[in-house]
Every structure is written in structure tokens, then in C-alpha cells.
């Protein structure tokens, strides 16, 4: 099993509408949770961190869910420029601040 | 201010020949991460540098990768008698100690004929 899981997409969704990601990670231990945004060709870019209150940024809110490990974002009225791959990053226990980074959830926003 | 800043760019080397790529990391930042990243793949994680600490050597694939940092600040990735399979992007992270987001450069893109 992977450590961090997620649905490689792709989401193609009309500009305006509300589209949800979900990702799960192995390791309950886990201490740190992200979401990166990275664009075709770029390198990836911190979108959010995720808190266990759950957090919200604008459009975009994230939620963790520590009991059945799983990380999501929602991202609201969506636009054009939100196309891109979506990539769940997640601390690994004991320090190191090294994170793993699941494969990716591609989403397109059509007119 | 500055950002993770990674050279070269793109880089063509023939098979079996040694690479090596530069990093420079945001200023003040004291972890630097290196990664790869193959065509259509996740981010796989290479080595971790932190202060003075010993490196984490432990996603380095093979004993042709090594890397090193100095001063606490360049980091050099050398991949030595490159293979085909080494063609990808190497991407750099640094962030503040103690801190987890991490922040990355645009990436090297290796290619390896």
C-alpha cells in the first residue's frame, strides 16, 4: 500500500462548480498534512497546510480527518486558472521534515 | 525575496557521463531536500540536509548518487555514470528549520541519451 493515496483524476468540471478531493495515508503517525498545487512543467507549489480544525482559504478548505486518515479539499466556485494536479503531502513521523507526496489528482476547469 | 533557485535548467548528457546539479536555497533556510520526479510520476525523495546533522541519505537509489552541501547553504547533486533511467526533473525544497512547508525550485531536467 502506498503511503499517500490519491485518485489520479482527471476531474474535468465547469467553471463555477464546487469539486472535492479526497487522499489517505498509511501511516497514523503521521504529524504534518498539505496540499501542493503544481501546474504542467512547473515544480510544485504549497497551496495550504491542513489543520485538524479544518481550514478554509478563500475558495479552497481543507479538512483532516485523523480517525480514517484521510485528507480533503474543496475547492468552491471554481476557475480556469485552478486547472492543475493537486498533490496530498503528508509529514512523516519522526522528524526529519521529510514529507511524501502522493502521485497527484489532475483537474480541469472547462468553460 | 529570493527563491529556491536550481541550475542548470535542462540538461543533455550522454550515457555515462557524470551530471551535476546546483541548488541554492532561500536564504535563512537551513533544510534542503532533493527530489525526483519522473514524466507522469509523484515526487520521489532523494537526500535531506538540516544544519550541520548528517545528510538522510535514504532514498538515494544507487551508490552513483551523491550529494553535498556547503556551508549551509549550495547544495551539488552528482550522479555519476548517468543511465537512461536517471532522465527526470530533480527537484530542490528547502525550508526553516522546524518548519514543514517546504519551498521548491523550478527543477533540473535531465536527460540522459
Known amino acids: 500500500r502506498k503511503e499517500v493515496e490519491q485518485d489520479p483524476g482527471p476531474f474535468n468540471v465547469p467553471e463555477g462548480a464546487t469539486v472535492a478531493f479526497n487522499c489517505t495515508y498509511s501511516?497514523?503517525?503521521?504529524?504534518?498534512f498539505f496540499w501542493y498545487r503544481q501546474d504542467c512543467r512547473k515544480e510544485p507549489k504549497l497551496l495550504m497546510s491542513?489543520?485538524?480544525s479544518g481550514n478554509e482559504d478563500g475558495r479552497f478548505t481543507a479538512q483532516l480527518n485523523r480517525a480514517s486518515q484521510y485528507i480533503s479539499l474543496l475547492i468552491r466556485d471554481s476557475k480556469l486558472s485552478d486547472s492543475a494536479t493537486y498533490l496530498c503531502?503528508?509529514?512523516?513521523?519522526?522528524?526529519?521534515?521529510?514529507?511524501?507526496f502522493g502521485t497527484g489528482t489532475q483537474l480541469k476547469v472547462e468553460l | 525575496g529570493a527563491g529556491v533557485s536550481q541550475s542548470p535548467s535542462n540538461k543533455v548528457t550522454e550515457k555515462g557521463k557524470d551530471v551535476e546539479l546546483r541548488c541554492d536555497p532561500i536564504?535563512?533556510?537551513?533544510?534542503l531536500y532533493w527530489y525526483r520526479q519522473s514524466l507522469g510520476q509523484g515526487l520521489e525523495f532523494l537526500i535531506y540536509?538540516?544544519?550541520?546533522?548528517?545528510?538522510?541519505k535514504s532514498g538515494l537509489p544507487s551508490d552513483r548518487f551523491s550529494a553535498e552541501r556547503t556551508g549551509g547553504s549550495v547544495s551539488t547533486l552528482t550522479i555519476q555514470r548517468t543511465q537512461q533511467e536517471d532522465s527526470a526533473v530533480y527537484l530542490c525544497?528547502?525550508?526553516?528549520?522546524?518548519?514543514?512547508?517546504?519551498?521548491f525550485g523550478p527543477g533540473t531536467r535531465l536527460t540522459v541519451t
Open positions: 491542513v489543520y485538524s
Open positions: 503531502v503528508v509529514g512523516r513521523p519522526g522528524g526529519g521534515n521529510k514529507l511524501t
Open positions: 540536509f538540516q544544519g550541520n546533522s548528517a545528510p538522510d
Open positions: 536564504s535563512g533556510h537551513t533544510a
Open positions: 525544497a528547502s525550508s526553516v528549520a522546524a518548519a514543514y512547508e517546504q519551498y
Open positions: 501511516n497514523s503517525a503521521s504529524q504534518s
